[in-house]
C-alpha cells in the first residue's frame, strides 16, 4: 500500500512539474511571441508582442481593438516598446525607457500610448493615470491581409502594424 501511495505521489508530482514546464514555453502558445529590434539612428527600439491571428473573426466585432477600448496591441502580456535613448514619435518626445505599448481605436481615429505600467497581462491593470505620451497613428487599408499580428520596423523609423487588413503606420526619429 506504502509503495502504490508513493508511485501514485510520484507520478502527480511529475505530471505537475511537466505541465508547469509547458506553460513557461511561450513559443508553444496559440498566440507565439514575437520581438522586433531596430537601430532607428543611434537609438535601439525593441518591441516585444505576441501574435495573435484573426482565424476567421472579424477585427473589432470578434477580435480586438474594439471601438474605445484600449488594447494591448498584441496578446497574452501587454506589449512592450522599450527604446535606449531618447526618441521623437510623430514629432513628440519620448524618453528613454520601457512603456507598455497600447492602442484606442476611436471611430476612425487610432491612438498608440506609451504607458509606465509594461508589465502587466493584456490590459488590465492599464490606467490612463500612467501615459506618458499618446500620438495618432495613420490607419489604412493594407497591401495585402496580414493573418497574424505583425510590427515592422526599419532603419528610417518606419513603425508599421499589420493586422488582418489594417496597417497602422507611426514615424519615429531620434531626439537631436
Given at each position: 500500500m506504502k509503495k502504490l501511495l508513493t508511485l501514485s505521489l510520484l507520478s502527480i508530482l511529475l505530471f505537475a512539474s511537466l505541465n508547469s514546464a509547458a506553460q513557461k514555453?511561450?513559443?508553444k502558445r496559440p498566440s507565439p511571441p514575437?520581438?522586433?529590434?531596430?537601430?532607428?539612428?543611434?537609438?535601439?527600439i525593441t518591441i516585444t508582442y505576441?501574435?495573435?491571428?484573426?482565424?476567421?473573426?472579424?477585427?473589432?466585432?470578434?477580435?480586438?481593438?474594439?471601438?474605445?477600448?484600449?488594447?494591448r496591441a498584441g496578446a497574452n502580456e501587454a506589449t512592450v516598446f522599450e527604446t535606449d535613448k531618447d526618441i521623437m514619435v510623430e514629432g513628440k518626445i519620448l524618453p528613454k525607457g520601457k512603456y507598455g505599448f497600447f492602442i484606442l481605436v476611436q471611430d476612425d481615429t487610432w491612438t498608440i500610448i506609451f504607458n509606465k505600467t509594461w508589465e502587466q497581462w493584456g490590459a488590465f491593470k492599464y490606467s490612463a493615470?500612467?501615459?506618458?505620451?499618446?500620438?495618432?497613428?495613420?490607419?489604412?487599408?493594407?497591401?495585402?491581409?496580414?493573418?497574424?499580428?505583425?510590427?515592422?520596423?526599419?532603419?528610417?523609423?518606419?513603425?508599421n502594424i499589420l493586422w488582418g487588413d489594417k496597417d497602422i503606420s507611426a514615424q519615429i526619429q531620434e531626439k537631436k
Open positions: 514555453d511561450k513559443s514575437a520581438t522586433v529590434a531596430q537601430k532607428v539612428g543611434e537609438s535601439t505576441s501574435q495573435p491571428s484573426v482565424k476567421g473573426r472579424t477585427i473589432g466585432a470578434d477580435l480586438e481593438p474594439m471601438q474605445g477600448k484600449v488594447w493615470a500612467d501615459d506618458v505620451l499618446r500620438v495618432p497613428a495613420i490607419a489604412k487599408k493594407g497591401a495585402n491581409f496580414s493573418e497574424m499580428l505583425t510590427y515592422t520596423l526599419d532603419a528610417a523609423g518606419h513603425l
